[in-house]
Nanobody
């Protein structure tokens, strides 16, 4: 499974961005796909994950602001991010076979999971 993110960039506080992740390879048996982020000097955390049934789970701090979705063919994953703040500035990663275990951002992977290279999101005026 290969994942390639796009859509990061610089946005002002209160603004919006939409991240996309092109997924290729054997996607039929994937349990979870989602978005994760890593602040500079911190551990990576889960942001939003969608399971194979289409159920979404979010980290508490993004609930109501971020929306995860996927296209019908499940070959593109999206993260719509609204009302962004400086605390959302991070490297955002798309991943497969990595599932959120709670709403605090903790996650677990099947094996090591599959990860994209990341896309930088910077929220600043």
């Amino acid at each position: 499974v290969q994942l390639v993110e796009a859509g990061g960039g610089l946005v002002q506080p209160g603004g919006s961005l939409r991240l996309s992740c092109a997924v290729s390879g054997n996607t039929d048996s994937l349990n979870c796909m989602g978005w994760f982020r890593q602040f500079q000097g911190k551990e990576r955390e889960g942001v939003a994950v969608i399971d194979r049934k289409g159920n979404a789970k979010y980290k508490d701090s993004v609930e109501g602001r971020f929306t995860i979705s996927q296209d019908n063919a499940k070959n593109t994953l999206f993260l719509q991010m609204n009302n962004l703040g400086p605390d959302d500035s991070a490297m955002y990663y798309c991943a497969a076979e990595v599932c959120l275990t709670d709403t605090l951002g903790h996650y677990s992977a099947v094996g090591s999971g599959y990860w994209g290279q990341g896309t930088q999101v910077t929220v600043s005026s």
